[in-house]
């Protein structure tokens, strides 16, 4: 539940909510906001507890949790136990097949556990006695789905898109190893393009920082081994990373208005899928002739006096 950003609608609304939440420093800041949070791993162990408690859900939120679960089949199984008979479980997490299809290899990285398909989703659901009965295709992350489980008897009718998403999957090879071995070769390939840029633009004398320092660029420049031979450093408008230096490659990690000191020529951006808002943001490195560099799903270019408001 982390810091009870959701969880704190409904309570505004008068809703009864629990936020489950490992992390007790960030528990601690939902907590301070008046929503009672139990910090602990959710499984098997705490939906019994739950459920000697009566504390049976209506509804159960899992936002971007289920590719950091170590184990899905106790994470789900728990699931079952808490849900009413028509109470809805709904689950957010990055789409396996925009995953590929976008290229984005840079989202596979260190907390995460699991990628998934519906494919996979379904499957398991099942195999531990629930229900998936829809299914939304989200934007967020690069491309994700919102799934949607109940009870086997609940009132909640299967929509139709479910079946659709499914087959799509498995006409586009998700169930195919080939089509895997398909994808690693594309990211060596954006690899190789992406180092073959940055070398001739350092080669032509010119300065490249880095915007951001996400997670997913954190696997990027590793993967490519780029570090302060190629970026001078990378700016980032999180306060709590001002000073650090990114895992691995150890580049430093400083707040934006140093990139208008700086004055690159290129800006790379790391979180690719906000690269529209920070094109927008940022758009006045044009005025020293400075551009953007987006490495995925491909290396391409933005001049921000061309980008549209």
Known sequence: S?????????KELGVPALGIEPAANVARRAIEKGIETRVAFFGRALASQMIAANERADLVIGNNVLAQVPDLNDFVAGIKMILKPDGVATLEFPH?????DENQFDTIYHEHFSYFSLITIARMAAQHGLRLFDVEQLATHGGSLR???CQPGAVHPTA????????EEIARGLEDLATYAAFGARVAETKRRLLAFLIQAKDAGKRIVGYGAPGKGNTLLNYCGIGVDFLDFTVDRNPYKHGRFTPGMHIPIHPVEALDQARPDYVLILPWNLKDEIVQQMRHIGEWGGRFVVPIPSVHLIDPREAVS
């Open 147 to 149: 799934v949607y489980l």
């Open 160 to 167: 139709a898109r479910v079946a659709a998403l499914i087959d």
């Open 96 to 100: 396996l097949l925009r995953l590929m």
């Open 2 to 10: 982390n810091d009870g950003y959701l969880l704190q609608h409904f």
